[in-house]
């Protein structure tokens, strides 16, 4: 089965400062990866996705993730953090990878605090 | 564009109760999923549905039911509510070709 595993319960950030986001993923296959965003009391919200390709991933609000098969790894990241980046953060996979009756399963999240 | 309406947004039930939440898929897409997502966790796949059959099912027990509606439309029945049920239940819709559409979810709260 696949599963993503998210090691780190929160993550704390100056404003203006890189950030990371870690993910490590298990799967079978390729791999078929997410992060999604989740403010108080909203949905989830998509961020990026990695199918194929390029290793480096861009996606909404200046993130991007990089993708890293021999570290099984797939770290969000910004290169300058805002306040209003604080949320909580959950990296995906979808299971089975390429099939149209796929689901998909989330880590348990990381909650990413910015203070100005 | 509307995207995945979920109704209603909050609720208290009852232990032993039981209760029935709603989701209107994005315009053009014919699977909607459910998920659980308890306080401080990340959301649990509950189970898929597709062409009116559930396709797929997550590890939950059979007091978990759902429908879906000719229109694409779902419903996720609970029965016999513990206190535990109490999170945040969320409906996703997708298709072929497009990805997974949440929406704001459902907050259950059982006393």
């Known amino acids: 089965a696949q599963s993503v595993a998210q090691p780190e319960d929160q993550v704390n950030v100056a404003e203006g400062n890189p950030l990371t986001v870690k993910c490590t993923y298990s799967v079978s296959g390729n791999p078929y990866l997410f992060w999604y965003v989740q403010y108080p009391n909203r949905g989830l919200q998509f961020l990026l996705k990695?199918?194929?390709?390029?290793?480096l991933v861009k996606g909404s609000y200046g993130f991007e993730a990089e993708f890293n098969k021999s570290q099984t790894s797939f770290h969000l990241k910004k290169p300058s953090a805002l306040v209003s980046d604080s949320a909580l953060y959950f990296c995906a996979v979808r299971d089975p990878p390429h099939s149209s009756a796929s689901k998909i399963i989330f880590g348990s999240g990381t909650r990413l605090s910015i203070r100005p | 564009d509307a995207g995945v309406t979920q109704s209603p947004t909050h609720l208290i039930k009852t232990r032993g109760q039981q209760v029935t939440l709603r989701c209107s898929p994005k315009s053009g897409h014919d699977t909607v999923s459910w998920y659980q997502q308890a306080l401080g966790q990340g959301p649990q796949f509950i189970f898929q549905y597709y062409e009116e059959e559930e396709r797929q099912r997550g590890n939950f027990p059979d007091r978990f039911s759902g429908h879906q509606f000719p229109n694409y439309s779902s419903e996720l029945n609970v029965n016999a509510l513990l206190l535990g049920d109490s999170a945040l239940y969320l409906c996703?819709?997708?298709?072929?070709?497009?990805?997974?559409?949440f929406g704001s979810g459902t907050r259950l709260t059982v006393v």
């Open positions: 990695y199918i194929t390709g390029d290793n």
């Open positions: 996703a819709s997708s298709s072929q070709g497009d990805g997974y559409t």
